[in-house]
């Protein structure tokens, strides 16, 4: 059933000038050797790159429902003149397989994969069910967001709070206004189920039921938002500036 299934994402801001190879042979140091269930058999050999991105597909050696793709976008001197890309690594999968412990992905296995990929920018757990759900049900906000000029959960606005997820420093100080460790002292004070310091920013779990609905999605989100100071989700758009 399409509510059983969670994707985690981690998103990196590449330099364009550092390599596409470069970031795949770190994922490949870095992730090839997590524990069970997230031990991929992740291929040595970079994807080959076409005018738009490289894409590796790894599916797990033993539960076939579970893969790992990495995603490197194509490096060009101008590759940030309109909007910012990213390159993209993605672990869908079926939480209420026996092999997969909820609790230990978003504890400790999800962290490990955003401490490995090295994102310096996002990374959230989706829930995909509730997600679209949530996103239907906030389409007048979301359409006024586009209407600004604001994309919706991009380097300068979080729209949509997750289970778990981290945030760069930076993110924080362009979307909330202030910077990782304000963020974690106002999430503690709300009464997250962890919060840590991770990559320079911060990584949060705020709801660990897998069961969760999409009213208890809603009520994580509103009791959350309102304590990062997020409201509606109507932050003006700021120039993006000093990525590298």
Known sequence: MIENYIKLYSYHIPDPKEPYEVRHELVYNNLRNLPYPFNFDIKKEPPVMDDIAAVSYVRHQEIQTLLISSRYIYRSPKMYQYWVRTDELEIPFNHKRKEIDYKEVLYKLFPMVINGYKSNYRSRLLLRNNFCRYLDQHKKITDKLHDKGIERDGVNNIFILHPAQHWSNDLCKRALGYDAEEAMRRLRGAGALMVEPMLGGLYCVLNDDRALDVEGFKAMNLKF????????????RKKILGLF
């Open 225 to 236: 938002k309102t304590a990062l100071g997020l409201h509606d989700g109507t932050i003006p």
